[in-house]
């Protein structure tokens, strides 16, 4: 994927993801410019290789007396994401974030908030935490209008891309062994969280 001489936007280079490019991307996004094919896919590829070394569930200490922030649904509302950074600071080792599904769909700029997420997942691994919502599935982008946007921004390529790194998202998390999250809520049928719960703990 040749990047022509013309584009004068923020760039991986041979280092991987920086929190420059991060800071820059961002900056870019919140002027209207789109994030070149190359780097976009680059993101995707590296998220997709660390997202499929983790379980279905995945646990995420937090020491004592330390904090950390649970998100919900973004769908597509940057200037939303850029608040919560703003307000709490980017997401790091020292100040960890987990979103909880629903990044993409019904926003306009549901692309720049998960190119956002994936790259800060890249670049924080310990500090990042994304579980998949229902609007991280083919049928509801296809519905919602995550796959159209992909489109006019990118190509069908990209398309696939997304719903391959989607299928790769943990469906929940375990908090130092004691706070169940998961987009969808609880079970309806007596039974089944301690099912699920007795499943986890192996």
Known sequence: MAVPPSYDGARIDE???????????????REGKVLH????????????ALLQQLPTVIDVPVAPGAH???????????????????LNGLPSD??????????VDRGSFSVEVVLTLLALKCLYPAGMHLTRGNHETKAMNSLYGFEG????????????LFAETFRCLPLGAVLSNAV???????????????????AVRG
Do not use: W
Request: proline share 1%.
């Open 180 to 198: 169940f999250v998961v987009h969808g809520g609880l079970f309806t049928r007596d039974g089944a969280l301690r099912a699920c719960a007795a």
């Open 94 to 103: 020292e100040s960890p974030y987990l979103f909880n599904g629903d990044f």
């Open 149 to 160: 946007e992909v489109r006019a921004k990118y190509n069908e390529t990209m398309v696939k």
């Open 68 to 86: 950390l922030t649970v998100c919900g649904d973004v769908h597509g509302q940057f200037f939303d994401l850029c608040n919560i950074f703003d």
């Open 37 to 48: 094919r190359r780097y976009a896919f680059a993101i995707l590829l590296q998220v997709k």
């Open 15 to 29: 280092g991987g993801i920086t929190l420059e490019f991060v800071r820059q991307m961002m900056q870019e996004f």
